[in-house]
C-alpha cells in the first residue's frame, strides 16, 4: 500500500515481491484472505435438538454437578435410537452451556511468600511404591516439612498413621535439621487425622499441637477440610517428591532395603539432592528464620503398663513381651512412632518396635522368643495352641520346620524338638546360621537332627581362651588397711 501511493499496481506488486493478480485482486477488495472465509454451516441434521432444551438443560439445571457420561447413558435409555457417537456432541455442548449458564467456580488466590514466613507439613502415602525391608512389604507414609519461600524440604518415613508422634518427630527433625523455625506452621485439619477420637481427646492432641508450635514460636494454622489447594505450597511438591523417589528406585534396581535405617538413608539422600538446587535461596531465607530453643521438645505419647502373669503387657490392641522378671511390675512406657521405651522408675530398660493392629481391630503381638524360651522349656506343649505361635519365630524358616514336624511327628514330639531348636538358637547365638540349615532340611525333605545341630554349633574349645586365676595370700590385704589401723586393732 506504500508503494501504491506512488506507482501502479503492477509496479507496487513487483516491489512488494507479490504477483500482479495478487495486487489487481487487493485494489478490488481490501480484506485478508482469512475475513473472506464464509462461516461453515451445519452439514448433518443436529442430533440434540430434539431433547436437549427440553430434557438436557432442566438437569442441568437440577443438579449441576451431574457428569456428561451420566447424562448421556439416560438420554440412550429415554431414546434408544441415540446412537454411541453423539457422546462427544452432547459432552461439548453440556461444555459451552456450562460456561454461559453454569455455576461459578473457585478461585484460587495466588501468594506472595515472604522469607522465613511460613512452613508447610504433611503425609503422603507410599504404599505403591512397593518398597520391602529384608522381603516383607513396608507399609508406610512420608511425613513431608517444606519452607513455601525458597523450597527447603525435609522427609521422613512413618510407619504408623497421621498421628500427634509421627508429626511431632518429624517436625523437629526437620527444625533441627534447617537450623532455625519459621514464624508460621501451616497443616491440613488434625481433626481428620483424629476423627475416630472423642471430643476429650481430640481436644487434648491439639492442645498438644499447639503446645508445640509454641515451644518454636510457631504460629500454628490449618487450612479448611477438603480444601487441598490451601495447602498448595506442599500438595503438589508431594507429587514430584513420589516421583523422584519412583525414578532412584527404578535406578537402583531393586525396591528392597537391608533394614529400615537404610531406607531412610535412601530418602534422606534424595531429598538433600533436591535441597541442593535451591541452595541460595535456602540460605538466604536461614537469616530470617526464629532461632530454635535449647531443646527438643516431647515427640511422644507416655502411658503406665502392668507385666502381667502372660510375660507381658498390651498397649493399643498389640501385645508385647518382655522378660519375666519384670512380671508384675508397672512400666512407664513412652510410645513413638517406631518404637517403645520401657522404664521402671527413672532407668531405661529396653527398646522394642513397634507393632499395629490390623485395620480389622484384630490384636497384633509383638513377640521375641528370647524372653520366653526358659519357660517353654518348661512347658514344651504350651507351643501347639500358643495365641502368638505363628509371631514367636523369628524367622519363616523356623515356622515352616514346626509345621513339618507336626505333619511327621506326634504333637508332643513335635513341641519338644521346636523348643529345643528355638533354646539352640537362644543359648548359642546362632538363629541365622541354624535357621539356614533349617531351610536345608526343609528342601531336602528330612527333620532336623538335635544331637547333631547341637555338635556343629557347640562352641569350639580351641577357640575359648584359658583363664588362670591367681589367688592372693590373706595378709596381703592387710597393707591396704594401713599400719595406723593395725596399731589400732
Not at 523417589?245 to 531412610?264: I, P
Amino acid at each position: 500500500m506504500t508503494f501504491r501511493q506512488t506507482d501502479g499496481p503492477a509496479v507496487s506488486a513487483a516491489k512488494a515481491s507479490i504477483s500482479t493478480a495478487t495486487a489487481y485482486r487487493f485494489e478490488q477488495d481490501h480484506r485478508p484472505p482469512s475475513a473472506k472465509a464464509e462461516p461453515r454451516g451445519r452439514r448433518r441434521p443436529d442430533p440434540l435438538v430434539s431433547f436437549f432444551d427440553a430434557e438436557v438443560v432442566p438437569m442441568l439445571s437440577a443438579a449441576p454437578e451431574l457428569r456428561a457420561v451420566a447424562i448421556f447413558e439416560e438420554m440412550q435409555r429415554r431414546h434408544p435410537d441415540l446412537p454411541d457417537g453423539t457422546r462427544r456432541t452432547l459432552e461439548r455442548r453440556i461444555r459451552s452451556w456450562r460456561a454461559l449458564h453454569g455455576a461459578n467456580q473457585e478461585v484460587i488466590f495466588r501468594q506472595i511468600h515472604e522469607p522465613g514466613r511460613m512452613g508447610l507439613s504433611d503425609f503422603t502415602d507410599m504404599a505403591d511404591l512397593a518398597v520391602t525391608i529384608a522381603g516383607v512389604r513396608l507399609d508406610h507414609r512420608l511425613y513431608h516439612f517444606r519452607l513455601a519461600y525458597s523450597g527447603f524440604a525435609h522427609a521422613h518415613v512413618i510407619l504408623g498413621g497421621e498421628s500427634y508422634v509421627a508429626l511431632a518427630e518429624g517436625l523437629q527433625n526437620a527444625l533441627w535439621a534447617l537450623g532455625g523455625a519459621p514464624h508460621e506452621h501451616r497443616s491440613d485439619s488434625l481433626s481428620a487425622a483424629f476423627r475416630n477420637l472423642d471430643s476429650d481427646a481430640r481436644e487434648d492432641l491439639t492442645r498438644r499441637y499447639d503446645a508445640l508450635c509454641l515451644h518454636y514460636g510457631m504460629e500454628p494454622t490449618r487450612n479448611n477440610r477438603g480444601v487441598a489447594h490451601e495447602n498448595g505450597s506442599i500438595e503438589g511438591p508431594h507429587g514430584h517428591l513420589k516421583k523422584a523417589v519412583e525414578d532412584a528406585l527404578l535406578m537402583r534396581g531393586t525396591r528392597d532395603f537391608v533394614d529400615l535405617a537404610g531406607y531412610r538413608l535412601f530418602i534422606d539422600e534424595i531429598v538433600s539432592r533436591k535441597n541442593a538446587h535451591h541452595a541460595k535461596r535456602i540460605a538466604a531465607e536461614r537469616i530470617v528464620l526464629q532461632q530454635l530453643p535449647g531443646q527438643r521438645t516431647c515427640a511422644h505419647e507416655e502411658t503406665i503398663v502392668t507385666v502381667t502373669s502372660s510375660g507381658g503387657f498390651t498397649l493399643k490392641k498389640v501385645f508385647y513381651t518382655v522378660p519375666s522378671r519384670l512380671i508384675g511390675h508397672r512400666l512407664r512406657v513412652r510410645l513413638y512412632d517406631d518404637r517403645l521405651e520401657l522404664f521402671i522408675g527413672a532407668t531405661l530398660l529396653m527398646t522394642l518396635a513397634r507393632g499395629r493392629a490390623a485395620t480389622t481391630g484384630k490384636h497384633a503381638h509383638v513377640v521375641d522368643y528370647r524372653h520366653v524360651i526358659h519357660a517353654l522349656r518348661r512347658k514344651p506343649m504350651a507351643l501347639l495352641n500358643l495365641v502368638y505361635r505363628d509371631q514367636l519365630f523369628p524367622r519363616d524358616a523356623y515356622r515352616l520346620t514346626f509345621d513339618r514336624l507336626l505333619e511327621q511327628l506326634s504333637d508332643r514330639a513335635a513341641c519338644r524338638l521346636m523348643v529345643d531348636l528355638l533354646a539352640l538358637a537362644h543359648d548359642r547365638g546362632c538363629e541365622a546360621d541354624l535357621a539356614a540349615q533349617l531351610t536345608d532340611d526343609l528342601a531336602a525333605v528330612r527333620l532336623p537332627d538335635i544331637a547333631a545341630l547341637r555338635t556343629r554349633f557347640a562352641p569350639d574349645p580351641a577357640s575359648l581362651p584359658e583363664v588362670v586365676v591367681h589367688l592372693m595370700p590373706l595378709i596381703a590385704y592387710e597393707a591396704l588397711l594401713g599400719t595406723d589401723i593395725g596399731e589400732a586393732a
